[in-house]
């Protein structure tokens, strides 16, 4: 970023936007502003001139320059690794056309360093979040907090494949209840983020919620989970019915908008209460969020909560499908 409405642009959108994830943008071990990407690899400058000379042709990008080995943004872990870049547009420019120049210099700052940094791109206003090789970009509510990204690297590098996990038998021993789990865990392996379990009353939604979050925590794809449910009976069964009688060595909590406790692995809340303070989190605070009796909040005021946070989602109810939102992936 170079001329005035540019440096309008950070000082006035980005940078609050990153002090408010956590960022100290006045501390250079944290945050550092236009830094070049030294002893730039000439072959992949030349691969990305061609791949953006294309795009241009083919209307799929804007007013877009080839990049000068300087991306906007770097953000530091403790040990002085990249652990993430920013590119950074002006407020009229499409964020998601920096992609190309995101991916450039994430891929050069790995030839350089022992982990792949992710990557954020932005116009100030909308925000958009990519990890380079591994998920397709996608629109964030906010940038992501220091610690968000380090739990993010960490389940990076040691995940399992969900459909690799045996699904513990003591939680749910019916076949439909099985069968449901695999099939989300397909779901979600196939790049999706959005899963709904639709069951009859009395059939073992929580069982099968709580064994869906085994599942999670045993392949390190999730280590800060919600459940979320419209009534205090609902959340109190999944706490002490479901959690703490099922994951005893899993620290659980529930969340008060007056009381909150960031440092649990598990968390419980009615909707109510976590939209009353869903801000206090991060939007990519928590991995994986579960809301019970989906059917009763996913069109109401409460929408918000869903849009907030970054988290995989998995929605549970007895309604039939057919009143639910047909763009949510559905597993009977």
């Known amino acids: 970023m170079s001329n005035l409405n540019e440096i309008k642009t950070r000082k006035e959108l980005i940078d609050p936007a990153l002090i408010k994830a956590g960022w100290d943008t006045s501390n250079p071990g944290q945050v550092s502003f236009e830094v070049p990407v030294d002893n730039t690899d000439i072959e992949a400058w030349r691969r990305l001139k061609k791949k953006l000379s294309e795009l241009k042709k083919s209307g799929g990008l804007g007013d877009v320059e080839l990049p000068k080995g300087i991306t906007d943004y770097v953000l530091y872990r ?9 590119e950074a547009k002006r407020t009229s420019i499409d964020p998601r056309s920096a992609q190309a120049q995101a991916e450039f210099y994430v891929e050069e700052i790995a030839k350089k360093q022992k982990t792949v940094p992710f990557a954020f791109m932005t116009n100030g206003h909308d925000i958009y979040f990519l990890d380079v090789g ?16 380090e739990n993010l690297l960490y389940l990076r590098e040691h995940k399992a494949d969900l459909g690799s996990i045996s699904v513990n038998l003591t939680i749910t021993n019916r076949i439909y209840q099985q069968e449901a789990i695999r099939r989300i865990c397909e779901v979600f392996e196939s790049g999706k983020r959005k899963a709904l379990i639709v069951m009859a009353t009395g059939t073992g939604k929580t069982r099968t919620a709580v064994s869906i979050v085994d599942i999670f925590i045993r392949s390190n794809q999730a280590r ?22 099922f994951l005893p060595d899993e620290p659980c909590g529930r969340i008060y908008s007056h009381d909150i406790d960031k440092t649990k692995r598990l968390y419980v809340s009615t909707l109510q209460t976590i939209s009353n303070c869903f801000e206090e989190f991060t939007p990519g605070f928590f991995d994986l969020i579960i809301f019970d009796e989906v059917h009763r909040s996913i069109f109401n005021k ?26 949510v992936d559905r597993q009977r």
Not at 78 to 86: L, M
Not at 224 to 245: H, M, P, T, W, Y
Not at 306 to 320: E, N, V
């Open 78 to 86: 403790a040990n002085g690794e990249v652990i993430a870049i920013v």
């Open 134 to 149: 591994i998920s397709n970009k996608r629109l964030v509510y906010g940038f992501f907090s220091p610690d968000d990204l």
């Open 224 to 245: 800060r989970i919600l459940f979320v449910a419209d009534r205090d009976a609902l959340v109190e069964q999944a706490r002490k019915d479901g959690f703490e009688s």
């Open 302 to 327: 409460w929408n918000e909560v869903l849009q907030y946070f970054d988290a995989r989602m998995i929605g549970l109810t007895a309604t039939p499908a057919d009143f639910i939102d047909r763009n």
